[in-house]
């Protein structure tokens, strides 16, 4: 079963801030946040692991609450480029492959 | 770009026929995957492999699709029999690792069209 991502979509003024949340329902080693702009492949933008570790890009900031199964990404300051669609993708023990979420789609307008 | 690269981009075929697609990965990532996703929607896990071994393939894949890494390099990727179904974007991503806590490099995409 996918994870679900709230809110679907949102849409915000340049500047403005936006968190985006996904939930499992597995007990999950990591979390990965993706953006994807149309017609163009998913990006790399953060790998948040069980225990606190994380992996990414220094702009961008993400929390991990194991005990939850949930995740959240934290835009802050957005700008017309942070426009697209965001995945999380999770890894569940006994699983080595990305299960991708439902998608937020995140519209910045100036 | 990633460094992860796909051919062919678009492919227009129709239903009944056979069709191959390629992934070059990045040279040094032992991890290569193939994904599908359709409009809307995140990409989902078709199948993945090890250097050339195939570890995993998805149980909702038809036995029309099959997948292989010859000497651990690129990969293709067949659907025979396409149906309009299929139609869709193929996605490949490598990595170096366990996909767990490695990043996972995208390619550009093929986009299948069944008619």
């Given amino acids: ?110 | 770009d990633t460094g992860v690269s796909q051919n062919p981009r678009h492919k227009i075929t129709k239903r009944g026929q056979n069709v191959t697609f390629r992934c070059d990965p990045i040279s040094e990532h032992n991890r290569l995957y193939w994904y599908r996703q359709t409009l809307g929607q995140g990409p989902e896990f078709l199948t993945y492999f090890q250097n050339e071994a195939q570890l995993e393939k998805s149980r909702l894949l038809s036995d029309r699709f099959s997948a292989e890494r010859p000497k651990g390099s690129f990969s293709t990727l067949e659907i025979q029999r396409t149906e309009q179904g299929d139609s869709a974007m193929y996605l490949c991503a490598t990595s170096k690792g366990l996909a767990d806590y490695n990043e996972q490099f995208f390619g550009p995409g093929t986009r299948l069209t069944v008619l």
């Fill in chain 1, 1 to 110: 079963q996918q994870p679900v991502q709230s809110p679907q979509a949102v849409i915000l003024r340049e500047g403005e801030d936006a968190v985006i949340n996904c939930s499992s329902s597995k007990a999950l080693y990591s979390v990965h946040w993706y953006r994807q702009k149309h017609g163009e492949a998913p990006v790399f933008l953060m790998i948040l692991l069980k225990g606190g570790e994380q992996k990414g890009h220094e702009k961008i900031s993400a929390s991990f609450n194991e005990k939850k199964q949930q995740s959240s990404l934290y835009l802050t300051a957005s700008q017309l480029s942070y426009s697209g669609t965001y995945f999380c993708g999770t890894v569940d023990f006994g699983n080595e492959k990305l299960t991708f979420g439902t998608g937020t789609r995140l519209t910045i307008i100036p």
